[in-house]
């Protein structure tokens, strides 16, 4: 059996693949629960337009890590056929996803004592880790192994930059990022915050900015000076925003000489806190602390 035919790529819904990337990749996912606040018995099932318009008119959508059965069916059936695993895993501080896939693994481990499951949290977000994801399902079809893919993700994870935008600061306010103060005086003069994720995982205001296209365009300033490789792919991913999404990529293409750069949608699970508007970009670079 070849190496890459001997263990299978499983990610989560955080890393915010749409279903043909990860059936063109022979990715599984695990989803996240989302639901709303007012129903919390019953799985959200509102995606892109229609969940984003439900936020604007005031729902509150919550979100859980997938419980450990969830895990226990998705891994088990993998080790059913014989196959081995490699769980990236949505960056550790932002959720619990990482810590629950280790129980599992534990518990699966005496019932498939001859099989693997190597675990890595990835410390990435919506299409973050999806570009990591996308950058292992390259290697593993390239032939390397579990142990080298597994190294691999673990030294790529920190080169993969997040930089984004809130278009609402009432959603950063809710998750604590920003003040109540803060938020509401942005709000008034038009302020925009530019974020980014740390080498540790967690979500860091770095800049504030005046109005939204200046914000959106920040964005690629920062790929133009950290990007290491731009041959390589960029992703953009939106919140029920593509026009600002389409302006990105036309400047990264033309101004800072991307290559090839994918947009996709930020899903519910990150949406919920994002909120509506956001914007972000992932791509290669040398360290997220520079």
């Known amino acids: 059996m070849n190496p890459n035919e001997s263990y299978v790529l499983i990610t989560d819904s955080a890393a915010d693949l749409s279903e043909q990337m990860l059936h063109g990749m022979g990715v599984l996912s695990i ?21 984003y318009d439900a936020l604007k008119n005031g729902q509150i959508a919550c979100t859980s890590a997938a419980n450990l059965s969830a895990f226990r069916e998705t891994f088990g059936e993998v080790l059913k056929e ?16 990482c810590a629950t896939a280790r129980i599992a693994a534990d518990e699966l481990q005496d019932e498939y ?98 109005g939204r296209k200046n914000a959106v365009l920040e964005l690629g300033k920062h790929f133009d000076a950290e990007c290491t490789d731009k041959e390589s792919t960029v992703f953009i991913a939106h919140a029920n925003a593509l026009d600002f999404a389409e302006l990105l990529k036309e400047e990264l293409i033309k101004q800072f000489g991307a290559k090839t750069v994918h947009i996709g949608e930020i899903g519910p699970v990150i949406g919920a806190h994002a909120g509506p508007g956001t914007i972000a970009l992932f791509y290669l670079g040398q360290s997220r602390e520079g």
């Not at 196959?83 to 895993?89: H, V």
């Not at 809130?166 to 925009?192: M, N, P």
Request: net charge positive; charged share 20%.
């Open 82 to 97: 014989g196959k081995d695993i490699l769980y990236l895993a949505f960056s550790s501080p932002l959720s619990c996803m």
């Open 113 to 210: 004592p001859d099989r693997r499951i190597i675990i890595v949290d990835t410390l990435c977000a919506s299409l973050g880790q999806g570009l990591l994801v996308y950058h292992c399902a390259e290697q593993q079809a390239r032939g390397m192994s579990l142990d080298e893919l597994a190294a691999y993700a673990e030294e790529t994870r920190l080169k993969i930059m997040h930089w984004f935008t809130v278009d609402d600061l009432l959603f950063l306010k809710r998750g604590g990022r920003v003040g109540a103060v803060s938020a509401y005086a942005g709000t008034l003069l038009g302020i925009k915050p530019v974020l980014h994720v740390s080498d540790e995982g967690k979500l860091i205001p770095k800049q504030k900015l005046r």
């Open 31 to 51: 989803p996240l629960n989302v639901f709303m606040k007012d129903h919390p018995a019953q799985p959200c099932t509102l995606r892109g337009a229609d969940f």
